[in-house]
């Protein structure tokens, strides 16, 4: 059995950098890992970015519907990959993933046995959490923190969406587009503490 | 500002024991703490029971409505305490609490300046998320495993309800009586392949 | 593979709770535990003893030159148990351990397979670490913190010998008796800066 | 009061990159940072490598007897900088520092209120602490693992100095030149059994 970790994060605190680290350190080792990028993220495209200028290709983009598994093994046989050689396999902004999705997850590092690492995002700017991240925190074997900073220094824990009139508090809970501006990384007291924002 | 803690764990790990180890050490520097417990676990009252054998009442009984910031401040006066004198707020059995609790408790972190340490089991036996942990996961500003092993000596990750017909996977969230005996800690593998549990 | 474990914390973390508690989580899973308790910490004798008021005997007491593995073994072996049915090896006030006894814990984890938790304090009232600890921090597979509160309401990391005069800061490493009212836990500033302790 | 962090991997974990992630994050909160390098280490000169293919200059070249807060504050007077306006000091290849360094950025973390990352490795090819190392684990607020893989997939802990003959247990400790293959990071099973490695 291995395992399914949760790296979350507010934004900008490093998620990319941190899984294109990862694909590195085991391909040095010349063991294959497997990049997978929610297709509903649809900035970048196949690309998952990181705002350290490194970029690299998903090798699976995954729609709601698809089921992660399968199109893992599927993947793994068009490339003639034996599945039990892969190293880990990397998931770029988790938090997009149907719930079914990480179980999903959960079963290739416990039925497969290969380490999931999936990074994401842990909550929406109304601070609730996206249902990839919601089932993620329920099932992972292991959640860890990747730390970002707020504008007052203090470590930032929500995702404020930020319009002219100061923080949003309602509204789709998703909404992409190429100005990433409108969104920060806040601490809890800028975040609910209206005056301070 | 504080931190709203969440020390998140799966039956039989030891929460309560470290919740009470947590209020020996800041009386023992001469702080006050403040210890809650949901009022929905009617499984020895008003008490904080440890399977090690140490116990020691609640201070404050919170039942779903309730207010638990408010409650807290009410309590503080009361017993002619400054809250500000108060060197932390622990909570049993956390996830219970409702998600507009956990967001008072998160405001006497934030708001407040007091440690608030709230001790529960992250998921019921279909792996969902109780109100109370799903809300802490999303707000808490640190989430700490509290660990302990499945059957097979694996670290235990859910909390599965066993029958005579073996795990039960729909039915109830909430079924507390006096038999802890239907409840078994499980790792990933015992929970999801069925003949090996 | 197992791993070894330092759970390190400055005095009054509640480290012997802990450790009696992993050993109670074992044992109602019907696994036996082997607990071995460092001799040069004559305090308490041949028992475990935890703040909160439990307390236990300890099966192994190891001396300076006491060669750990072989001792554990031969413990197995009076007691007619497998080796390979001991759920975990725990260490009390692994601080007094030598180094070699630290490699021959790092051997049951990683040659025998049984999975070891030192529990210990990191440094000395001069903030250096005792040859057990330095030699955990050295090799352990995970370093886990266990906190406690300074004088002030901050994190204490540091042991302070507390003399008529203040802290003491030249003198013997060891120094046990029964007044452990001479130590105290205090974070770096309360350590460093003079006038506020 | 800040805190010192020491942030510890085998080699190739990623420390360099997680050090430029660190900074990225607080420049684009429009706050400085101090970027740090000891001297001991030739290899790059004054440029912080990643294997990502990202780097960037140091601000401060520090020698072994060089005083780490003075210069820190020396350099913040040269470039016209409030101390107090610095968000962070990056450390690497903080195993190279001296025990009085590390004291020095304790004090920089407590006494001038800047948060510190040390960034570096645990033990050199004989599983010894270096000096830098041993006293950051003595006296850091926080120590954070950084993880890689071994050849056989787990776990990284121990950095194997490896020649003709296979792995070099004794030497001098540092060994710094353009030849990066003779080392390698290896669990600490492959490191204990001969034969495995």
Redesign the interface.
């Known amino acids: 059995?291995s395992k399914?970790f949760f790296r979350y994060g507010a934004m900008?605190?490093?998620k990319s950098?941190?899984m294109?680290?990862?694909a590195?350190?085991?391909e040095?080792?010349a063991?294959n890992v497997v990049l997978v990028k929610s297709a509903t993220d649809t900035k970048g495209k196949d690309q998952i970015v990181s705002?350290?200028?490194?970029s690299r290709q998903a090798d699976l983009l995954l729609s709601p519907g698809q089921d992660l598994r399968a199109s893992f093994h599927d993947l793994c046989q068009q490339r003639a990959l034996d599945a039990r050689t892969i190293?880990c396999v990397l998931i770029d902004e988790a938090q997009f993933l149907t719930p079914e999705q990480v179980d999903q997850a959960?079963?290739i590092?416990?039925?497969d046995s290969i380490p999931v690492v999936a990074f994401g995002i842990?909550?929406d700017f109304r601070?609730?959490?996206f249902p990839g991240s919601?089932r993620l925190?329920?099932?992972a074997?292991?959640?860890q923190?990747m730390k970002?900073?707020?504008?007052c220094?203090?470590?930032a824990?929500?995702n404020a969406r930020v319009g002219k009139q100061g923080i949003i508090r309602e509204g789709e809970q998703v909404m992409i587009d190429g100005d990433s501006a409108q969104y920060e990384a806040l601490?809890?007291?800028c975040y609910?503490?209206p005056d301070r924002t």
């Open positions: 059995m399914l900008n605190s490093g950098t941190a294109l680290q990862v590195h350190n085991y040095e080792r063991q705002r350290l200028g490194v190293g959960l079963e590092a416990v039925l842990r909550t601070t609730r959490a919601q925190m329920e099932v074997h292991s959640l923190e970002t900073i707020c504008r220094g203090s470590k824990i929500f601490c809890a007291r609910l503490v």
